[in-house]
């Protein structure tokens, strides 16, 4: 029996096709559950109230596939998508698993290989398409170095930029409308990645020859190791307009990127990113790009599934109380309104008003003097999230 927590498809509540595929494999240790196939786990979600799943050109049609082969893949997968009123909201490309990557894919010292990368990308694209993705995301994990000699990092946001102006066109050419979504990430598996976070990526796109096509899909992992506040990242990335799709998990600080279960380390962090995301009106998927323990069978990765899913329906309850909670609402009334009275308009430049301005005489001293209430203020977020509020 599910209670007010209880996940439904208008949430669009998504998982990678790799996340519950996930086998436990580590640099350490070989795989310790078996293949998920796609289409179980098209069931198994479903059920689970999620929306739909996105996936790598590889997750579902295995590399190096005949065109026989991928026919009879993509049909059975499609046929699966409509018995359990599931959809494919975002697909991409898996530019990192095979060797031919081990230098990137896009910005490869190699031409030949950002030839091939352009290709495969292409060829995903289509399935994507196929399978009703608007969504297309690039992560470039093998986009960086150990060794700087190697390559003039100049050189490399040259390539960068060429291929994702390359795919834009071939976006247009082939009329599939897609939104691309540019995923950051500081390191690993490279010891350096090109455009380490969201911010980087932001300033890239506005280089693009179609930068209106271009957004970026952060990952709180992701920015996490680089020690970001996550919610600050996602708010930019909305405030721009730029906000196209969403990779949730969880992370602690100072590790490699763990992937873990939604908002089952940083509570207070993933409330505000959930609070943002509701109140922001941002429509796109929910998507959970993170994966089950190690010490876990089959009925763990559905558990975790569940659990994604679940934390984010009490979180955003949390932000409901939030907004209707009056002593809470109160103070930020007080805050809002600290110095309204001050005349000056500087949301329109002018002359007079800049001189009025430097003119005009600030009592610092009193105004410095107040106290903010922060302190009463966090703690009523402290009893709101902790259940007692
Ligand atoms: C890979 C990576 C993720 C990316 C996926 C999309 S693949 O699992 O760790 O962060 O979002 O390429
Ligand atoms: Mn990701
Ligand atoms: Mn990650």
Not at 350 to 360: C, H, I, M, R
Request: with cysteine.
């Amino acid at each position: 029996m599910g209670d007010q927590f209880t996940p439904t498809k208008d949430e669009k509540f998504t998982f990678g096709l790799w996340t519950v595929g996930n086998r436990g494999r580590d640099p350490f240790g070989e795989a310790v559950r078996d293949t998920i196939s796609p289409i179980r786990s098209l069931e198994k979600l479903s059920k689970l109230g999620a929306w739909g799943v996105n996936l790598h050109d590889n997750d579902l049609v295995p590399f190096g596939a005949s065109l026989q082969e991928r026919n009879r893949i993509v049909k059975e997968f499609k046929k699966a998508l409509d018995d359990t009123g599931m959809v494919v909201p975002m697909a991409t490309t898996n530019l990192f698993y095979h060797p031919v990557f081990k230098d990137g894919a896009f910005t490869s010292n190699d031409k030949r290989v950002r030839h091939y990368a352009l290709q495969k990308t292409m060829q995903a694209m289509d399935l994507g398409a196929e399978i009703g993705a608007e969504i297309y995301v690039f992560w470039g994990g093998r986009e960086g170095t150990e060794v700087d000699a190697s390559k003039d990092a100049r050189e490399a946001i040259k390539r960068m930029r060429e291929a994702m102006n390359f795919l834009c066109h071939y976006n247009i050419d082939m009329g599939y409308g897609y939104k691309f979504a540019l995923e950051a990430k500081p390191n690993e598996p490279r010891s350096d990645i090109y455009f380490p976070t969201t911010g980087h990526m932001l300033a890239f796109i506005e280089t693009l020859d179609h930068a209106d096509m271009v957004g970026v899909n952060p990952e709180v992992a992701h920015e996490q190791m680089s020690g970001l506040n996550f919610y600050h990242v996602v708010a930019q990335a909305i405030e721009a307009g730029k906000l196209f799709h969403i990779d949730l998990n969880d992370q602690k600080p100072g590790r490699y990127d763990q992937d873990l279960r939604f908002s089952s380390e940083s509570i207070k962090s993933m409330f505000y990113l959930v609070k943002l995301l509701e109140e922001s009106g941002y429509n796109g998927p929910r998507h959970f790009d993170a994966h089950a323990y190690r010490s876990e069978d089959e009925e763990g990765v559905w558990a975790f599934a569940h659990g994604c899913m679940r934390s984010y329906m009490i979180l955003k309850d949390k932000a409901r109380r939030f907004e209707e909670d009056p002593e809470i609402q109160g103070i930020l009334k007080e805050l809002k309104s600290l110095g309204s009275d001050s005349p000056f308009d500087t949301a329109n430049y002018n002359s007079a008003t800049a001189e009025a301005l430097k003119a005009a005489s600030f009592d610092i001293d009193n105004i410095a003097k107040l106290g903010l209430m922060y302190e009463q203020l966090d703690q009523l977020v402290i009893d709101l999230l902790l259940g007692i509020r």
